[in-house]
């Protein structure tokens, strides 16, 4: 969580944290029509939504075991999954 703290969300709320320091300093004020604060808030939402969806495995369950790309007779047999149950975790 910290890397992910200070890789992505850092380098996105850095710039606005700074302006709004340097307009609060200035003591000028913050003018931010209302359109702003809807698109921002869709913006928002609309990534959480699609960060949700992609996180999200849409297919069946992927059981068998996988079988890597390997050379067979000099041809190259890309990697695939057999059908069977998947193994378990090896001790």
Known sequence: MGR??????VPLLLPT?????WRVLAGKQINVPAA???LAVAGLVLASLTLVLVSVDFGEPKGG???????????????????????????
Do not use: C, K, M
């Not at 992910?4 to 969300?9: C, N």
């Not at 944290?17 to 320091?21: D, G, P, Q, S, T």
């Open 4 to 9: 992910v703290f200070l890789t992505i969300i």
């Open 17 to 21: 944290a700074l302006f709004v320091l």
């Open 36 to 38: 702003w604060i809807w």
């Open 65 to 91: 075991q996988y079988v890597p790309p390997h050379v067979s007779d000099g041809n190259v047999v890309p990697g695939h999954i057999e059908a069977g149950p998947a193994p378990g975790p090896q001790r």
